[in-house]
């Protein structure tokens, strides 16, 4: 099926720009925003994290990691249907970009949007 | 009539991360928060089933609504139409938030009777600003009760620069105590230049 190749392979993509995204929160804020792991939406999070609530951004960051493992899961087992449902696939990949720009993941955020244009275009074609 | 002194917000969201964030963005403003994942659970906690009152189950008196426009089941619209259309519920303000800018959806839910519409990741100046808006309309009487809560947040603020300010100073006074002083808390008002910004995430 070459117009599902594109899909599995930005699966694939995505899953590495999570992997590269929790390298990214982990390194000093400076070097994580020069290499645009983090968008301005980190840094309002940030800013929000107080003595009162000290673990406020971590908390954040693990519930995301839950639900992007969870999307993925999804999105894996949706690429397995024959035919595919591409309104499904989008709106998974639709939550995911959600999620992952409220809390300012910007290289996640770009492999989703760029995964939605291919489910587009899939549907299109098919 | 007797006024909360703080105001109650019900956020709904299916997605978690967006709870969380909303639900700290609301506390941070000194309200109360009571976040749902969803227009159902809204419309529970609100008792339209068969209550004849605004208060929430647990009595407290809901003095806005922030929803989320895409959600499984009831989207954040469906809600709004219910709320409106209830005698017992439609004076509460209603916004919605969503991460997509269309103009129609936008029009429509303004139609319906929403407050407002906001454009997600939603800030804290955002937020602020409902707050105040929400203040206002609570009525003549509450323009104290509103003077209060904006003297007791930024009372709160102030503590917490002047206790970061006495442990700069004491790090300074104290030539040994070096290892005891968290780069953080000096940063804390550096908010608009993350570049020079040091602290490690995490």
Same mark, same amino acid.
């Given at each position: ?22 390298? =990214? ?96 275009? =899939?549907?299109?074609?098919? | ?36 994942? !969803? ?58 938030? !969503? ?85 953080? !808390? ?17």
């Amino acid at each position: 099926m070459e117009r599902n190749n594109n899909l599995h392979r930005q699966v694939a993509s995505l899953r590495q720009s999570l992997f590269d995204q929790i390298v =990214g929160f982990n390194w000093f804020e400076s070097l994580a925003w020069v290499q645009g792991y983090v968008d301005e939406q980190f840094i309002e999070l940030e800013e929000l994290q107080d003595d009162a609530t000290p673990n406020f951004v971590e908390e954040v960051v693990t519930l995301f990691y839950n639900d992007s493992a969870r999307f993925i899961h999804n999105i894996d087992q949706s690429l397995e249907e024959h035919p595919l449902d591409f309104a499904k696939l989008d709106n998974y990949m639709h939550q995911f970009k959600g999620s992952s720009s409220s809390i300012g993941a910007k290289k996640v955020k770009i492999e989703c949007t760029q995964f939605m244009v291919y489910c587009r275009a =899939g549907n299109v074609e098919g | 009539m007797e006024m909360a002194q703080e105001l109650h917000v019900l956020a709904v969201d299916d997605s978690h991360v967006d709870r969380k964030v909303i639900e700290r963005l609301l506390k941070i403003s000194c309200c109360k928060v009571t976040a749902v994942e !969803s227009g159902t659970r809204a419309l529970q906690y609100l008792g339209l089933d068969g209550e004849k009152s605004s208060m929430g189950i647990d009595g407290l008196k809901v003095n806005l609504i922030l929803t989320d426009y895409s959600m499984p089941g009831m989207t954040g619209y469906e809600l709004l139409k219910k709320i409106k259309e209830s005698s017992v519920l439609s004076k509460i303000p209603v916004v919605i938030m !969503s991460s997509e800018k269309i103009l129609p959806r936008i029009d429509r839910c303004l139609e319906e009777g929403a407050e407002e519409f906001l454009l997600k990741p939603v800030k804290l100046s955002d937020v602020k600003r409902l707050r105040d808006f929400i203040l206002r309309g609570e009525g003549d009487d509450n323009k104290e009760t509103e003077k209060n809560i904006k003297q007791v947040c930024s009372r709160k603020r102030k503590f917490l620069d002047d206790s970061t300010t006495q442990s700069m100073l004491s790090a300074v006074v104290t030539v040994h105590d070096i290892e005891s002083s968290s780069p953080e !808390s000096s940063a804390s008002s550096e908010s608009q230049q993350p570049l020079s910004k040091q602290s490690k995430i995490g």
